[in-house]
């Protein structure tokens, strides 16, 4: 069996009707029905927040591609020089169903090691299930902030240990894809 072909991108790097394409994706209702805020993005914001990433200093993000198709994107938020706040999610909400959480997963430890990046924080839906499940970052702590999302914290994997290497989602990941390029 060929192995699917993952793409990191830097959102940096990406053109300009390639970029335009995020907003479409990140205004989807699967996507804001779990995201912290469920309105609609303007033109204007995501273009505000193209700025933040040009800084390169507090704000990254990468488009994810699988076999040269968009698949999933990861946003990250400095908060301290190995804390940064994530962000994620897939581009087609069929993807679930394609092994997209263990992708992005993947993606999320590989970029996190490749930046120094040792814990993640998010402030995840309580109906988003699927972001609980592991693959190179393990939870240490969720404390509930309200009725509908809990802060979490996790700790990211070293991605070439022996333990990592092992783990069920990393055997599948390595059994189904290769990541041949980041591009940061």
């Keep these: 069996m060929k192995k699917q072909n993952i793409k990191i991108i830097n959102f940096l790097h990406l053109e300009k009707e390639k970029y335009n394409h995020i907003l479409e994706y990140r205004n989807q209702k699967y996507i804001r029905e779990v995201s912290q805020s469920n309105k609609i993005i303007t033109k204007e914001e995501h273009q505000n927040y193209f700025e933040l990433l040009k800084k390169k200093d507090n704000y990254f993000a990468f488009l994810i591609m699988r076999d040269n198709k968009d698949f999933g994107v990861i946003s990250l938020k400095k908060i301290t ?45 309580k109906n988003n299930t699927r972001s609980n499940r592991a693959g190179g970052v393990k939870t240490l702590s969720v404390v ?41």
């Design 81 to 125: 020089e190995d804390t940064y706040f994530i962000g994620d999610y897939l581009v087609n909400e069929l993807f679930k169903f394609e092994g997209g959480g263990i992708v992005n997963r993947i993606c999320i430890s590989y970029i996190a090691n490749k930046l120094n990046i040792k814990y993640l924080k998010t402030t995840q839906n």
């Design 144 to 184: 509930s902030i309200n009725d509908d999302f809990n802060d979490v914290t996790a700790s990211v994997d070293d991605f070439y240990s022996p333990e990592t290497l092992n783990s069920k989602p990393r055997i599948l990941f390595d059994k189904l894809y290769m990541i041949s390029e980041f591009i940061v």
